[in-house]
């Protein structure tokens, strides 16, 4: 447990979870991949002497939720969550059906990694600044793009920045960060480089006070990996298939998808590169040959 002021702290691993403590309540943000996770964080707290009241869901991937319905279980909380996110939180084989592009999920992609398990939520929320319950007065901002409806949470200086952005050592170790939309991923990062915090912790990857160069490099990796596509689609004769550009550009940047889950995370990813450049008219959609196919707009 690391303390970043008189009321933040955040616990550092591999996922990190943050803890917010006001007088006799006290916030996690996120829950972590699994039981064993929360568990270590609950029990420090309680050796400190913290209050457990609340666990706000920055957005509904497994990494980030897998420990809340165990947490909520045993300590009675009240689970906040962004709207859409929540809709997933408590239904959570959407999150596998969505990966497999709407067919109901094998069971291999049905793990804790796709899939954990649910959990209701008491508080829905959106952007804004407000008082949670009452108790917590935050910022929050919507920076979506990694996921539909994820919020980031400003608090007394410190923003929990969730998954809008990751360390520096682990944008370059994904090599293909998991995004659903490129464009929105971008217009996130822009914007959190206008706001000022003493501090930002992401959902992965270390505290920092001068966040905004990690920021700016997390946006270079996803414009150095808007023109690789770009020019894989340029350079091929005819167009390319969809499927031929995701085998491509795990090869090229050398993805380890030995596992399906692995796989279809980055074909998710790589899809919302592709879309992209659809969007904004730099390449063009076409069936062709009952194939989907992409070729340059000229």
């Excluded at 933040?8 to 309540?25: P, Q, R």
């Excluded at 009675?76 to 408590?90: C, M, Q, R, S």
């Excluded at 994820?150 to 960060?177: C, M, N, R, T």
């Amino acid at each position: 447990m690391k303390q970043l002021n008189d009321s933040c702290y955040v616990f550092e691993s591999a996922v990190n979870i943050g803890y917010v403590h006001k007088g006799n309540y006290g916030m996690l943000i996120d829950a972590g991949i699994d039981q064993s996770s929360i568990r270590k964080v609950i029990r420090e707290l309680d050796e400190a002497n913290l209050p457990i009241t609340h666990l706000f869901i920055t957005h509904a991937h497994a990494d980030h939720y897998g420990g809340a319905n165990y947490a909520k279980k045993k300590l009675d909380l009240k689970v906040i969550a962004p709207t859409l996110e929540a809709a997933i939180l408590e239904n959570s084989i959407l999150e596998p059906i969505y990966m497999l592009q709407g067919n109901f999920p094998l069971t291999e992609i049905r793990n804790k990694f796709l899939e954990g398990p649910p959990v209701q939520v008491d508080i829905t929320v959106e952007s804004g600044i407000q008082k949670l319950d009452n108790h917590f007065e935050v910022e929050l901002i919507a920076t979506p793009g990694h996921s539909y409806h994820q919020l980031a949470v400003g608090i007394d200086g410190i923003l929990y920045a969730a998954d809008s952005y990751f360390g520096k050592e682990e944008i370059l170790k994904h090599k293909i960060p998991f995004i659903t939309s490129a464009d929105q991923t971008l217009a996130s990062l822009e914007m959190l480089l206008e706001k000022e915090f003493s501090g930002s912790v992401p959902g992965h990857g270390p505290y920092e006070e001068n966040f905004k160069s990690t920021i700016q490099k997390n946006i270079e990796v996803h414009q150095d990996i808007l023109e690789e596509v770009k020019t894989m689609v340029a350079c091929s004769q005819g167009g390319i298939t969809h499927e031929n550009i995701v085998a491509e550009m795990m090869e090229k940047y050398h993805i380890k998808a030995d596992q399906l889950s692995l796989f279809l995370l980055h074909r998710t990813a790589i899809t919302a590169y592709i879309t992209s450049l659809i969007e904004t008219g730099e390449i063009v959609s076409i069936i062709k040959n009952y194939r989907w196919m992409y070729q340059l707009n000229e």
